[in-house]
């Protein structure tokens, strides 16, 4: 996923950054310090595992990574889902592996999943 740093980030800090979805809050996990108004190519680590995750059939709420009344939020269709319960999210661009905490709702593949977070790491693939 590119994503654009909105002020400079030395290793293990959180600052804001901006993606195609928006702008969000991530912990800067490169060896080097991350630069203001650079665009990274970078992985996304959570920082725990999700509580819950919601799927919608109809009426998905936008997919990508953004704030949304404050909360961290990820959203994603659904492109595979394992026994398990690791579902992978398509996040147009970019993938992401969730692993829900609490028992998994019925899901199926193409539907749109949705998840708060309390922390997302990024790491630069320096591609």
């Given at each position: 996923m590119l994503v654009t740093l909105l002020s400079?980030?030395?290793t293990g800090t959180s600052?804001?950054?901006?993606?195609?979805?928006g702008d969000w809050p991530a912990v800067w996990a490169g060896r080097n310090p991350g630069v203001a108004g650079v665009q990274?190519?970078?992985?996304?680590e959570l920082g725990d595992e999700v509580s819950e995750i919601h799927v919608y059939d109809s009426g998905a709420p936008t997919e990508g990574i953004y704030l949304k009344d404050g909360q961290l939020?990820?959203?994603?269709t659904?492109?595979?889902?394992?026994?398990?319960g690791i579902v992978a999210l398509d996040l147009k661009p970019g993938s992401l592996l969730l692993e829900a905490s609490n028992p998994l709702p019925?899901?199926?593949?193409?539907?749109?999943?949705?998840?708060?977070?309390?922390?997302i790491s990024i790491f630069p693939t320096d591609i």
């Amino acid at each position: 996923m590119l994503v654009t740093l909105l002020s400079d980030m030395p290793t293990g800090t959180s600052g804001m950054v901006r993606s195609h979805s928006g702008d969000w809050p991530a912990v800067w996990a490169g060896r080097n310090p991350g630069v203001a108004g650079v665009q990274y190519d970078v992985e996304i680590e959570l920082g725990d595992e999700v509580s819950e995750i919601h799927v919608y059939d109809s009426g998905a709420p936008t997919e990508g990574i953004y704030l949304k009344d404050g909360q961290l939020r990820v959203c994603g269709t659904v492109t595979t889902v394992f026994d398990d319960g690791i579902v992978a999210l398509d996040l147009k661009p970019g993938s992401l592996l969730l692993e829900a905490s609490n028992p998994l709702p019925t899901i199926h593949v193409d539907q749109v999943a949705c998840a708060s977070l309390s922390e997302i790491s990024i790491f630069p693939t320096d591609i």
